[in-house]
């Protein structure tokens, strides 16, 4: 089945640890987004990238950082410069930019809570 | 930049219509979609409009667009317990921007 698969689901970190979440899609699309949830905020979008070995800073990227080197994989790390990371993180993936069609697939989403 | 409003919460019985709404600010978006999320989950599309159009029916869901007041509504008609949910509108215009998300809560 296709589809677009985040890990881990649930994820506990330590204040000054950084931490990556997975992001992986076998769907064969070329465009891949990080959003971040927050309650009562809805969807904002950290990173995007269209193409391989290419991706742009979305709307919150400080203290954020991603990767793009297989058209696959868009793992996203939260670094510890993030100052408020404790939130829903949900991955993406569309056919080619948003702008187009807007149908985005999203992953079932990690949770990432800072103790 | 463009600016996408949902009111937070909507509660229901079960068998009346819901009706959610949004209004957006950029009168250039080309398509406007209704997306849904389950507890829990990741986001679902559910339907989308293009913005030369008034109306768009799809089994229970109706979406309204009103152009000239930059405001979209989804109604779903028998609202059933499992409509309960998120549910997010987005508009297209250079980028995707969602708005802030309903909660749906569907009481018996």
């Known amino acids: 089945d296709g589809g677009i698969t985040q890990s881990p689901k649930y994820l506990f970190r330590k204040e000054g640890q950084n931490v990556t979440l997975s992001c992986e899609q076998n769907l064969n699309h070329d465009a891949m987004y990080w959003y971040r949830q927050d309650p009562g905020q809805g969807l904002r979008l950290i990173y995007y990238?269209?193409?391989?070995?290419?991706?742009q800073k979305g709307d919150i990227a400080e203290g954020y950082s991603v990767s793009r080197e297989k058209k696959e994989s868009f793992p996203l790390t939260v670094t510890s410069a993030q100052k408020n990371p404790t939130a829903f993180y949900l991955c993406?993936?569309?056919?080619?930019?948003?702008?187009?069609?807007?149908?985005?697939?999203f992953g079932e989403g990690s949770r990432l809570t800072v103790l | 930049g463009e600016d996408v409003e949902q009111s937070l919460f909507l509660s229901v019985r079960e068998g009346d219509s819901s009706v959610i709404n949004c209004t957006y600010t950029?009168?250039?978006?080309?398509?406007l979609y209704w997306y849904k999320q389950e507890p829990g989950a990741g986001l679902q599309l559910l339907t989308y409009?293009?913005?030369?159009?008034d109306m768009k029916q799809d089994q229970r869901l109706t979406v309204l667009l009103n152009k000239k007041d930059k405001h979209l509504s989804l109604r779903i008609a028998d609202t059933q317990t499992g409509d309960s949910a998120i549910y997010f509108c987005?508009?297209?215009?250079?980028?995707?921007?969602f708005g802030t998300g309903t909660r749906l809560q569907v009481f018996p």
């Open positions: 990238s269209q193409i391989v070995n290419d991706f």
């Open positions: 993406a993936s569309s056919i080619e930019g948003a702008k187009n069609t807007g149908e985005l697939f």
């Open positions: 409009i293009f913005s030369n159009m």
């Open positions: 950029d009168s250039s978006s080309t398509y």
């Open positions: 987005a508009v297209s215009t250079d980028k995707l921007i």
